[in-house]
């Protein structure tokens, strides 16, 4: 636990950070690590609605230039109050092929370890989970961390005017019978 050595990689940040509710449907995910992270890295890293067992969330995942920070985009808004959760994978490298160290800092964002038994059962190897299995794993024996997040209440604006107006006041129409009265 602690400090990460120099053959090990730390998450610096994640947002949003584990536990955040009232996120706006429109926020990407991200995650920066202190060193360069390896080439398909991303493979690693899942976004779920709910829990670990919920579908995973379709979008794409890109790295900065320097390799530092993988940001998730999904393809439509996440949807209103509901919960989301980041798997960042056990198996996650630097480009030199040193591993993670979730203990520096994972807790403190609102991280928690990912045991064999979270996945849910879905059939199939280990729940039949794809990010779980050979090379899946963290030096010791969990598959990462998770953080979760919840997001935002839908205002609707479409419903209201504002100053709130009473059906039939001004401003709105209402036909006239044909004596010239408002029925």
Known sequence: TG????????ILSVSPAGGTTNVDAATPVTVEFDHPMADGMEAYCALHQGGLDGTEVPGHWE?????????????????????????????????????????????????????????????????????????????????????????????DFACCSWPHQPRGAAGTHRQQDGQGEVP
């Open 3 to 10: 400090a990460a050595s120099d053959d090990e990689v730390a």
């Open 63 to 155: 790295w900065s230039e320097d390799h530092r920070r993988l940001t998730f985009t999904p393809d439509q808004p996440f949807q209103h109050m509901h919960e989301y959760t980041l798997h960042v994978g056990g198996g996650m490298q630097d480009e030199h092929g040193h591993h993670m160290n979730f203990e520096q800092r994972g807790h403190a964002m609102g991280g928690d370890w990912v045991e064999e038994h979270k996945f849910g059962s879905g059939g199939g190897m280990m729940g039949g989970h794809n990010h779980m299995g050979d090379g899946r794993q963290h030096q010791n024996g969990m598959y990462g961390m998770t953080v979760s997040f919840t997001t935002a209440q839908s205002i």
